[in-house]
């Protein structure tokens, strides 16, 4: 027998998540659970989550604690990374069945693990969906054809860009009860390595532009809600990019890695789109790091936000040190928001 959690760090975020929120609003959920690939290993044992009891970083004690607090955020839309193929068939679609929520699952070829999407069928059904690998689309689909041509002067940072294997999942949904109403969902994890800030604002192009085709071309002005584990702070070009719009050529993140890996280009978007939740201090808490890096983005000329879900207090996420512990079952905190349709 294990010693139990005693008190979670979403104990007292699920105080403002008690009820399905109403008819026009949408509890958004983003969260990178941290795959199972990842927190078994030597690696993460000794040198990352060193302080984290062992039994904590199993794979069924860190589900327990998941299933528990996603079940009290009684949300209508979540879109997690760093899902293992495993633990989205075994463990959570029936556990998130069973509250009324439908998954989509994206699987990221090499790695084992992907992205998840779960909506509430009684508020939404799945239109469509439109998920992309990066590397694949931007060689093969014309819609990227430009961007794949500038990027061939780099090749250095061409070859990074196709060597990823960094997944987009997009679904369109349609308001249950107005099917006039429907939403395009987008979720993503991009690059992790600190350096890669130019590579990130490549795999944010791609994405953006694939978005841009299924809700201003084939949906013609749907609104969007981007979601996801970006790595990326909100002084970084990323954030930049995907709050303003724009991206100058001579922006520091072309040259994350150095001048061998400088590649100038501007790039743009038609979209405007605002941090649900704000710039946090931190949604990633480890021992030697603690940054924000996940984000709820929405259109903000169709959503507004009308309440953000508190993260836990600093005394909370490291009582135990730094994250994952015994009481939160990830190296992330869920973002969590109520938006309504404006």
Excluded at 167 to 193: E, F, G
Excluded at 195 to 208: E, F, H, P, S
Excluded at 269 to 292: D, I, M, Q, R, W
Aim: net charge negative; proline share 5%; charged share 20%.
């Amino acid at each position: 027998v294990e010693a139990g959690p005693g008190a979670c760090t979403f104990d007292s975020r699920h105080l403002y998540t008690k009820k399905v929120c109403g008819e026009g609003s949408i509890r958004a959920v983003s969260y990178n659970i941290l795959a199972d690939t990842y927190a078994q290993t030597e690696f993460s044992r000794t040198v990352l989550y060193p302080y984290c009891a062992p039994y904590a970083l199993e794979l069924d004690y860190r589900q327990n604690l998941l299933k528990k607090e996603l079940a009290g955020y009684s949300a209508d839309l979540i879109c997690l990374q760093e899902v293992d193929k495993s633990v989205f068939v075994d463990s959570l679609a029936p556990a998130l069945d069973a509250f009324g929520l439908e998954g989509l699952f994206k699987i990221k070829e090499k790695q084992h693990e992907g992205l998840a999407t779960f909506y509430r069928r009684d508020k939404f059904s799945l239109l469509s969906q439109h998920d992309i690998a990066f590397s694949e689309v931007l060689l093969s689909d014309p819609l990227h054809k430009e961007l794949c041509d500038k990027l061939a002067k780099y090749p250095l940072v061409q070859e990074k860009v196709l060597q990823r294997s960094s997944v987009l999942q997009v679904s369109v949904l349609q308001s249950a009860t107005d099917p006039s109403r429907k939403i395009c969902v987008a979720n993503t994890h991009l690059y992790w390595h600190p350096k890669g800030g130019n590579i990130r604002l490549i795999q944010t192009a791609v994405a953006l532009s694939h978005i841009k085709h299924v809700a201003c071309d084939l949906y013609p002005s749907i609104p969007i809600i981007f979601c996801g584990d970006f790595n990326s702070i909100p002084s970084s070009g990323t954030y930049s990019f995907i709050s303003s719009g724009v991206i100058a050529e001579d922006h520091e993140d072309w040259v994350s890695n150095g001048e061998e890996e400088r590649c100038n280009m501007p790039l743009s978007h038609p979209f405007k789109l605002l941090s649900a939740c704000g710039e946090p201090a931190y949604t990633n808490y480890v021992g030697g790091f603690h940054g924000c890096l996940d984000y709820i983005f929405i259109d903000k000329n169709a959503l507004e936000v009308e309440q953000v879900i508190p993260l836990p207090s600093h005394e909370e996420v490291t009582t135990h040190q730094a994250l994952p512990s015994v009481s939160h079952p990830s190296d992330h905190i869920a973002l969590v928001c109520d938006l309504k349709w404006k």
